[in-house]
C-alpha cells in the first residue's frame, strides 16, 4: 500500500493507499525497474510517470517481496502442496506473475483485502482476457467474502483488523492450517491498531504447524526523515501505528519471537540492496535514469524493513542471509552538541538544499544555487543571499546583481571559493542531473562593500572560458585552496558529471588566470568519489568520505601533503574507524577536522558532528541536541560555515525530497558552539607525538 487521500475517512485512505502503490508501481515498471506485464492492465487508465527517486524506492520493494517469494517457492518445491495468503494484497500482480512463470505448480494463492477492494479487482480480473486467461472461471463467484474462486487462486473481500472474521473466511475459502504456508503483509500490518497486528502475528504462528511470514514496514519513526514520513501518513488519515512500539529492526525481530514465530531476521533496504542484490542487478538499476537523489534514496532505504519469520520449517527458511552484514552497532557518543536558531528575522530565501555558502569576510556570509523556495513556489533559486552579523545578530537579505545578463543558470552542487574579499569563483554545478555540468563563474563584490544592510551588497557575474573549463563540467566535487611552492592553487577533486556516476580525478588551477597547472602527485590514488569534503590544510588538503562508485558512502580519510616537487597522497588512519558517510559539511581548526551531519548507513542514529586528530587519528562522535528546535532539522544537502574566532558553526539549509513524503527544507539557520569539543583534553598526548613524527617524514 502507498497513498490515501487527505480527510479521507480511516478505511477509505487506508484503501487509497493500495491503488497509488499500484500506479507507482505501475510506472516503475514501464521504465525497466520491474518485469511486470500485469501491472498495466490491473492499474487500468491511472498511469501516471512517477520520479526516478519513487521508482527506486518501489523497485527495492517489489525485489525484496519477489526474492523471499521465489526462494519459498523454491524451497518448498518438494512438498505435495503450499499456499500462499497475502494480507492487504490491494491491485498486487503476485499470482499473475508467478502463474505466467510456471511457479505455481503445487500452490494455492489466498488474497485479502477490503471487501469493495476485493471486488473491483474481481471484476477487473473477470474482464480482462489476459488476467482470466491464466486464473480460468470463477467457481461459486459472489458467494459470501469470496469475490474470485479459481483453481489455484482466491479472492477475499474481509477488513483484516477483524481477526475472528478473517479466521472464519479463510476457513471457508479452504485454507488448510497443516499445509507449509507464507504469510505476505507489504505495508499492511502497520495500518492497523498494534494490538490487532499483534494478534494476527501469533494466530498465524500458533494455528499453522509450519509457517513463514514475509512483512515490509516503516521503521525509524523519530529521526528528522521519520517525522515527515510519519507526518505525511497522518496527513493522509493513514497513521502508522505499530512504527512507535516496534521502531527498529531489532524491536520487530522481538516482536516476532515474543508471538510464536522460532526464527527471525530483519534486515533495512540499504542492506538489502547491498548484500542481497547481484552486483549486476544493481549497476542495471543504478543506470536506468538520470538519478542525483541519492540522500533521499538512502534515507528511503534506512526507513524501510524486510522481515522473514518462520517456523516448524526444515531445513530453515532463511532468504534474508546474505554474503555480508552492514554493521548496524550503536555508535559511540562522547558527548553532545546543542543546537539553536541562528535568528530570528526573515530567513525564507535560506531554505533550500543543494546550495553552497562561503564567508566572504568576517561576518559576511555568501549563499548562492540550490533547489528551495522562492516567490512562494520550489524552484531552483535564482538569488543570492548574504548573512550580515551586527552587534550580535544576524540579518538574512538579497543581493542585488549589477548585470542581468549574465545567466546565473540556477545551479546546484556547485562550488564557490572566495579568492578576496571582492572576488569569488563559482565551479561547475548542474541544473538537471541529464544536463551537462557547468563551468565557471566570477562574482565580484565592490571593494568598498562594508554594508551592514544586506541589501546594500552589489554583485557583478562574469562568464569565463578558460582553458581548464572541461575540467570544471562536474557536480557534487570539492574546490580548495592549496599552496605550492608559494603560490595558491584551487585543487579541484571529484565529483560527477552526465556521463560518469563518480569522478576520481583532479586538478590544479592557478588561482587568477584558471588555467591547468601540471604539478606531480604521487602515493596510493583514494577512490573515485563525490559528495565528499575537502578543506585546506597545511598547504594541502584533507579529502573525507563521500559516495563511491557502487553508490556505497565511502569512511576514508585522505591528505594531499606539499611535498618539495609536487604533492603526495597519505592515508590518515582514524581510530576508531571512520563511519562511512557523504553529504556533509567539513571544516579544520587547529589541526582538527569537523565533519557535520551526512548520510550514512548506521540506522541506529543520524551523523552529527564528528572530530577528527587530524595529528593521532582520534574520531570522537557527538550528537547535536535538538529540543529547543520546533522542526526536524535535516543534516544533509545543507552547508555549513565555520567562524574560527568564536568557534561557531552556522548550518545554512539542507533537507530534500523525502521519497514521496513531500519536500523538506530546513527553515532556518541553525548555530551550534563547538568551543567545548574543540577545546576537549584527553587526547592520547602519545598518539599525538606518534603521528606528528609519521607527518615530519
Given at each position: 500500500?502507498?497513498?490515501?487521500?487527505?480527510?479521507?475517512?480511516?478505511?477509505?485512505?487506508?484503501?487509497?493507499?493500495?491503488?497509488?502503490?499500484?500506479?507507482?508501481?505501475?510506472?516503475?515498471?514501464?521504465?525497466?525497474?520491474?518485469?511486470?506485464?500485469?501491472?498495466?492492465?490491473?492499474?487500468?487508465?491511472?498511469?501516471?510517470?512517477?520520479?526516478?527517486?519513487?521508482?527506486?524506492?518501489?523497485?527495492?520493494?517489489?525485489?525484496?517481496?519477489?526474492?523471499?517469494?521465489?526462494?519459498?517457492?523454491?524451497?518448498?518445491?518438494?512438498?505435495?502442496?503450499?499456499?500462499?495468503?497475502?494480507?492487504?494484497?490491494?491491485?498486487?500482480?503476485?499470482?499473475?506473475?508467478?502463474?505466467?512463470?510456471?511457479?505455481?505448480?503445487?500452490?494455492?494463492?489466498?488474497?485479502?483485502?477490503?471487501?469493495?477492494?476485493?471486488?473491483?479487482?474481481?471484476?477487473?480480473?473477470?474482464?480482462?482476457?489476459?488476467?482470466?486467461?491464466?486464473?480460468?472461471?470463477?467457481?461459486?463467484?459472489?458467494?459470501?467474502?469470496?469475490?474470485?474462486?479459481?483453481?489455484?487462486?482466491?479472492?477475499?473481500?474481509?477488513?483484516?483488523?477483524?481477526?475472528?472474521?478473517?479466521?472464519?473466511?479463510?476457513?471457508?475459502?479452504?485454507?488448510?492450517?497443516?499445509?507449509t504456508t507464507l504469510f505476505i503483509a507489504e505495508v499492511v500490518l502497520t495500518y492497523m491498531e498494534k494490538s490487532r497486528s499483534d494478534a494476527l502475528i501469533q494466530w498465524a504462528a500458533e494455528h499453522f504447524s509450519r509457517a513463514c511470514f514475509l512483512l515490509y514496514e516503516q521503521m525509524h519513526p523519530e529521526d528528522p526523515f521519520g517525522h515527515v514520513m510519519q507526518q505525511h501518513f497522518n496527513q493522509l488519515n493513514s497513521t502508522l501505528h505499530s512504527v512507535a512500539q516496534y521502531p527498529d529492526c531489532e524491536a520487530q525481530q522481538k516482536r516476532f519471537l515474543a508471538k510464536g514465530w522460532t526464527e527471525c531476521i530483519v534486515m533495512d533496504m540499504n542492506e538489502f540492496f547491498t548484500c542481497c542484490t547481484p552486483e549486476d542487478e544493481q549497476q542495471r538499476v543504478q543506470t536506468l535514469e538520470p538519478f542525483d537523489e541519492y540522500e533521499e534514496w538512502h534515507l528511503k532505504c534506512s526507513h524501510y524493513f524486510v522481515l522473514a519469520a518462520s517456523k516448524g520449517m526444515e531445513p530453515s527458511w532463511t532468504p534474508l542471509l546474505p554474503s555480508m552484514r552492514v554493521p548496524h552497532g550503536a555508535v559511540g557518543v562522547a558527548g553532545s552538541v546543542p543546537a539553536v536558531r541562528a535568528m530570528h528575522s526573515d530567513t525564507s530565501g535560506l531554505r533550500r538544499y543543494g546550495h553552497c555558502s562561503v564567508l566572504l569576510k568576517r561576518d559576511v556570509i555568501l549563499t548562492t544555487g540550490g533547489f528551495g523556495e522562492e516567490d512562494g513556489q520550489h524552484c531552483r533559486m535564482r538569488n543570492f543571499h548574504v548573512l550580515i552579523k551586527h552587534a550580535g545578530c544576524w540579518k538574512a537579505g538579497c543581493v542585488k546583481k549589477e548585470n542581468t545578463d549574465e545567466s546565473w543558470d540556477e545551479r546546484l552542487y556547485h562550488t564557490v571559493s572566495c579568492v578576496s574579499s571582492s572576488l569569488a569563483l563559482v565551479v561547475g554545478g548542474r541544473t538537471s542531473p541529464s544536463s551537462a555540468g557547468l563551468g565557471m563563474l566570477w562574482l565580484k563584490f565592490h571593494e568598498t562593500c562594508n554594508a551592514l544592510d544586506p541589501g546594500d551588497i552589489t554583485v557583478k557575474l562574469v562568464s569565463l572560458q578558460p582553458a581548464a573549463e572541461p575540467a570544471t563540467l562536474r557536480w557534487r566535487h570539492s574546490t580548495t585552496e592549496v599552496m605550492f611552492k608559494g603560490k595558491k592553487y584551487l585543487f579541484v577533486y571529484g565529483g560527477r558529471s552526465a556521463l560518469e556516476p563518480v569522478l576520481g580525478?583532479?586538478?590544479?588551477?592557478?588561482?587568477?588566470?584558471?588555467?591547468?597547472?601540471?604539478?606531480?602527485?604521487?602515493?596510493?590514488?583514494?577512490?573515485?568519489?563525490?559528495?565528499?569534503?575537502?578543506?585546506?590544510?597545511?598547504?594541502?588538503?584533507?579529502?573525507?568520505?563521500?559516495?563511491?562508485?557502487?553508490?556505497?558512502p565511502l569512511g576514508s580519510v585522505f591528505f594531499l601533503k606539499e611535498l618539495e616537487h609536487g604533492f603526495q597522497w597519505l592515508t590518515v588512519e582514524t581510530h576508531p574507524p571512520l563511519i562511512p558517510r557523504y553529504s556533509h559539511t567539513a571544516h579544520v581548526h587547529d589541526g582538527k577536522l569537523v565533519l557535520v551531519g551526512g548520510v550514512w548507513f548506521h540506522t541506529s542514529s543520524v551523523p552529527g558532528i564528528t572530530v577528527i586528530d587530524l595529528m593521532s587519528g582520534l574520531c570522537l562522535d557527538y550528537m547535536i541536541n535538538v529540543e529547543h528546535l520546533e522542526w526536524p532539522l535535516m543534516l544533509h544537502n545543507h552547508s555549513s560555515v565555520f567562524l574560527p574566532n568564536e568557534e561557531e558553526l552556522l548550518i545554512i539549509g539542507g533537507?530534500?525530497?523525502?521519497?514521496?513524503?513531500?519536500?523538506?527544507?530546513?527553515?532556518?539557520?541553525?548555530?551550534?558552539?563547538?568551543?567545548?569539543?574543540?577545546?576537549?583534553t584527553g587526547w592520547d598526548q602519545t598518539g599525538l607525538n606518534h603521528a606528528a613524527a609519521q607527518w615530519r617524514c
Open positions: 500500500m502507498g497513498r490515501g487521500r487527505p480527510g479521507a475517512p480511516r478505511s477509505a485512505a487506508v484503501q487509497g493507499t493500495g491503488g497509488s502503490s499500484a500506479v507507482s508501481k505501475c510506472s516503475a515498471a514501464a521504465r525497466g525497474y520491474i518485469q511486470d506485464q500485469f501491472l498495466r492492465l490491473l492499474v487500468g487508465r491511472r498511469l501516471r510517470r512517477r520520479a526516478p527517486l519513487v521508482h527506486r524506492g518501489y523497485y527495492i520493494r517489489a525485489r525484496a517481496v519477489d526474492h523471499c517469494v521465489q526462494d519459498f517457492l523454491l524451497k518448498t518445491q518438494s512438498h505435495p502442496r503450499t499456499q500462499i495468503l497475502s494480507l492487504g494484497a490491494g491491485f498486487d500482480s503476485l499470482y499473475f506473475r508467478l502463474k505466467d512463470m510456471g511457479l505455481l505448480h503445487h500452490t494455492m494463492i489466498y488474497e485479502v483485502d477490503f471487501p469493495n477492494v476485493a471486488q473491483q479487482k474481481a471484476a477487473l480480473i473477470k474482464r480482462t482476457e489476459e488476467l482470466s486467461a491464466l486464473v480460468g472461471s470463477s467457481e461459486g463467484e459472489g458467494l459470501g467474502v469470496i469475490t474470485f474462486s479459481g483453481k489455484d487462486y482466491k479472492l477475499l473481500g474481509v477488513d483484516l483488523s477483524e481477526l475472528s472474521q478473517l479466521e472464519r473466511a479463510l476457513e471457508e475459502a479452504g485454507l488448510d492450517t497443516e499445509i580525478d583532479w586538478y590544479f588551477l592557478h588561482a587568477q588566470e584558471l588555467s591547468c597547472a601540471g604539478i606531480p602527485v604521487e602515493g596510493p590514488i583514494p577512490e573515485s568519489r563525490h559528495s565528499h569534503t575537502a578543506c585546506s590544510w597545511k598547504g594541502g588538503v584533507v579529502i573525507a568520505g563521500g559516495l563511491g562508485a557502487a553508490e556505497q533537507g530534500g525530497n523525502c521519497f514521496s513524503f513531500g519536500t523538506h527544507l530546513n527553515p532556518e539557520p541553525v548555530s551550534l558552539s563547538l568551543s567545548n569539543i574543540l577545546t576537549t
